[in-house]
Nanobody
Framework: QVRLVESGGGLVVAGGSLRLSCAAS????????MAWFRQAPGKERDFVAY????????YYADSVKGRFTISRDNAENTVYLQMNSLKPEDTAVYYC????????????????WGQGTQVTVSS
């Protein structure tokens, strides 16, 4: 069982930055691929980025590539999403998710989810 708690969301002006954090419970954090997804009002939940269990592999959605960076600290059981050059279209609830030993951008492959944190980017 893995419990995920996101933090760091908020309101930012376009062009600004935010850093999201996701704290995970459990002793096997280093066995899980960690990912960020987001869901805007009235839209489906979309993949943002994932990082492999070792941190050696990352993958990003085209819409955030070059602006967002995912990282993890296995000693602290935490995954981060550094978001730079934010745009109004980045406005969404951002969710942290965990999948054991699986590299995927598909939400169905992730077994554990956080409650989400709101990110709002004003123009």
């Amino acid at each position: 069982q893995v419990r995920l708690v996101e933090s760091g969301g908020g309101l930012v002006v376009a062009g600004g930055s935010l850093r999201l954090s996701c704290a995970a419970s459990g002793r096997t954090f280093s066995s899980y691929t960690m990912a960020w997804f987001r869901q805007a009002p009235g839209k489906e939940r979309d993949f943002v980025a994932y990082i492999s269990w070792s941190g050696g592999s990352t993958y990003y959605a085209d819409s955030v590539k070059g602006r967002f960076t995912i990282s993890r600290d296995n000693a602290e059981n935490t995954v981060y999403l550094q978001m730079n050059s934010l745009k109004p279209e980045d406005t969404a609830v951002y969710y942290c998710a965990a999948a054991r030993m699986t590299l995927s951008f598909k939400s169905a492959m992730y077994s554990y989810w956080g409650q989400g944190t709101q990110v709002t980017v004003s123009s």
